[in-house]
């Protein structure tokens, strides 16, 4: 029989002397660091992670309607910190389950509005860009997404509500060539991000 082995995840407890700057946690000090961070910010607290992202984000929004409590809110908002943007819109549902953000949302800036309309009237001119494959949709390699925007996902099953679908500025849909319909809203929000940033700072 094979002997199991186990990789420890992170790092273990600071060596001593330990540092004394404000940013680092002593608790973390002392019994080490396993959260999925990247090494420049091992032993940090959360509010200085936190801080230092804030430095760099991107001027990109998300939102996500959560009128049926859709369980891929915690992915999208890990991607969301993946690409660090500057913030994420939960319109609908105050509760959605954190699970899959992998307690990514610690180091995001999320609102919650009640109706679409106090979503509108939150972002001010900020360019609203429906993602979503109903007619009259865009295809997103042929469209030029705004720098000032915000892109919106629906529900994984009922997609997008008629109020914001007619809030948006333009619908764009992801394309694709298997059998289904399309794509876990997941998976769209990682590639529309990602597209979002090759038009303006990947490519710049």
Request: proline share 4%; glycine share 8%.
């Amino acid at each position: 029989m094979n002997d199991m082995i186990i990789e420890t995840i992170g790092v273990g407890p600071h060596p001593e002397p330990w540092p004394t700057d404000p940013k680092y946690d002593p608790e973390l000090l002392a019994n080490g660091d396993t959260r999925n961070v990247l090494d420049k910010y091992r032993y940090w607290t959360v509010e200085a992670i936190k801080a230092d992202l804030d430095i760099s984000r991107f001027d990109l929004h998300i939102a996500i309607e959560n009128w049926q409590h859709d369980l891929n809110i915690g992915t999208i908002v890990r991607n969301a910190n993946a690409f660090n943007v500057s913030a994420v819109h939960i319109i609908g549902k105050r509760h959605w389950n954190r699970r899959g953000a992998m307690v990514t949302d610690r180091y995001l800036d999320i609102f919650q509005h009640s109706t679409v309309d106090e979503f509108v009237k939150a972002i001010g001119d900020r360019h609203i860009i429906a993602i979503d494959n109903l007619p009259g949709s865009i295809a997103l390699s042929e469209t030029n997404l705004p720098k000032n925007v915000v892109l919106v996902f629906g529900g994984e099953g009922p997609g997008l509500s008629d109020e914001m679908v007619s809030a948006s500025e333009k619908m764009v849909y992801i394309e694709q060539f298997g059998s289904t319909r399309s794509v876990n809203v997941g998976v769209a929000s990682g590639i529309a991000m990602y597209a979002w940033l090759q038009q303006h700072i990947l490519n710049k």
